[in-house]
């Protein structure tokens, strides 16, 4: 009887268990047991673009760091800002699922503005405790009824606990514009400075010729170039000047100092060095095989160094190296400068003002120039001449010198062999030099 008894008491708890199971897995029931967790949105925009004007301003905000280099305050927002209207603004951050209270803003205008009615701002926030903030934006009122058609910028440069591997050098190249097609000499800078050490290129786009353009994508899917799209005149009426009595418009030089700061913040936590300079330059050691060499040995005889000045030296495109030995057929219908054929320097004139470019160590950076930085965290340091200086192909400076009075300089030549190469290599992969070409001319 008690077995008769034991065996009901099992079969009913069996049943028990299988109806429970059904009831649980059943479609119908699932939700309610154990609930999906939907995917979280952000309740607002992102904004997605590199220029987002400003909601109900005149300004334009670009990108937002971590910054705390400045006592009191943890981001930095750089921004073009109409420097007639600049008002009072308010900080508000997105901590991890809820709204800040606002923080008041606090404005660093850069005085390289050149007179133009817009010019670069940058705008420190401090963030509220225990908020761990991943978005930024600026508001006109510090108690808003809407911020629903503000657009907020991701803040960069956040420490996180992956160790990524920082680059020793980046190039940072402004304002590419207008109808700009120099591809063969841009190519042989590039390839020239993978052969000097630098890994990586970011260059700001407005606008380039179609070949250019075809060169630049090539070099995007290979990583080696970074292409912020640049789209200013869409917003404003930027200048191809510096000077403002004599170009107008509403910004210098298509935004120029605005890219040159932004490229420095958006390399600060992933390069060490950071190179300025145009596109028709190359920053070129004289006594060294590579960057790396060098800046290990500037930095070994001083110390604290935030910027390293480098001459600028013309060498005029007028005058070509007279034995035509690097006039290659196959290079005929690449347009642009070829570098090669181009070996006599000017002197630079040092009764007047004579600009440089930098090499700069961004962690040590606050705001640059073109040709100079104007606030750091350490010390400049002029390189000598004969350590490193600009090879800079371009229209004569000192037009009136004559051929016999420039200097034969032929440092790009110690590279010719593997230069030559990468440059081919490097227009065949952008579909810019055909290899029958190559092949019948070599």
């Not at 199971?21 to 154990?34: A, D, E, G, K, L």
């Not at 899917?221 to 404003?236: A, C, D, S």
């Not at 192909?393 to 004559?402: D, E, H, N, Q, T």
Request: aromatic share 10%; with cysteine; net charge positive.
């Amino acid at each position: 009887m008690e077995i008769r008894k034991s065996r009901a008491v099992i079969f009913l708890l069996m049943l028990a268990y299988l109806l429970i199971t059904i009831f649980v897995t059943s479609p119908s029931n699932t939700s309610r047991i154990v609930p999906k967790p939907k995917p979280f949105k952000l309740p607002f925009l992102t904004s997605q673009r590199s220029i987002t004007p400003l909601t109900n301003t005149k300004h334009f905000l670009v990108s937002a760091f971590m910054d705390q280099r400045r006592k009191a305050f943890d981001v930095r927002i750089i921004g073009i800002f109409r420097r007639d209207s600049i008002h009072p603004l308010h900080c508000i951050f997105f901590c991890g699922g809820l709204f800040s209270e606002t923080t008041s803003a606090s404005f660093l205008s850069h005085f390289a503005h050149f007179g133009y009615p817009f010019g670069p701002v940058d705008v420190l926030c401090r963030i509220p405790e225990s908020c761990n903030a991943t978005h930024v934006t600026l508001l006109t009122k510090q108690n808003p009824v809407n911020i629903s058609d503000h657009l907020w910028l991701p803040i960069r440069n956040k420490k996180t606990h992956n160790k990524e591997t920082r680059l020793n050098f980046t190039v940072c190249i402004s304002t590419l514009f207008g109808d700009y097609n120099n591809v063969l000499q841009f190519t042989q800078s590039l390839e020239m400075y993978k052969l000097l050490g630098v890994n990586r290129v970011v260059i700001y786009n407005t606008s380039c010729g179609p070949e250019l353009d075809r060169l630049l994508k090539s070099y995007s899917q290979e990583g080696f170039v970074e292409i912020i799209q640049w789209p200013i005149n869409k917003y404003l009426n930027p200048s191809r000047g510096w000077n403002f009595k004599e170009h107008g418009g509403d910004l210098q030089y298509f935004g120029q100092i605005v890219t040159l700061n932004e490229c420095i913040y958006r390399s600060m936590e992933r390069s060490r060095y950071v190179l300025l300079n145009d596109i028709d330059e190359i920053i070129m050691p004289y006594q060294h095989d590579n960057l790396n060499s060098m800046m290990d040995m500037l930095q070994s005889q001083h110390s604290n160094l935030a910027e390293f000045l480098v001459e600028n030296h013309i060498f005029p495109k007028k005058h070509f190296e007279p034995s035509g030995r690097f006039h290659l057929p196959r290079w005929n219908k690449v347009p642009g400068v070829n570098s090669l054929e181009h070996i006599y320097r000017e002197d630079p004139d040092r009764n007047i003002y004579h600009p440089h470019k930098m090499i700069v160590q961004p962690r040590l950076v606050e705001q640059t120039s073109v040709h100079e930085v104007l606030t750091k965290f350490g010390q400049r340091f002029k390189v000598p001449m004969e350590v490193c200086r600009i090879i800079h192909i371009r229209v004569a400076l000192r037009g009136s010198l004559k051929l016999e009075q420039l200097h034969e300089d032929k440092r790009l030549w110690d590279f010719q062999e593997k230069l030559i190469l990468n440059v081919d290599k490097a227009l065949r992969r952008a579909g810019l030099l055909r290899e029958e070409e190559d092949e019948e001319q070599s």
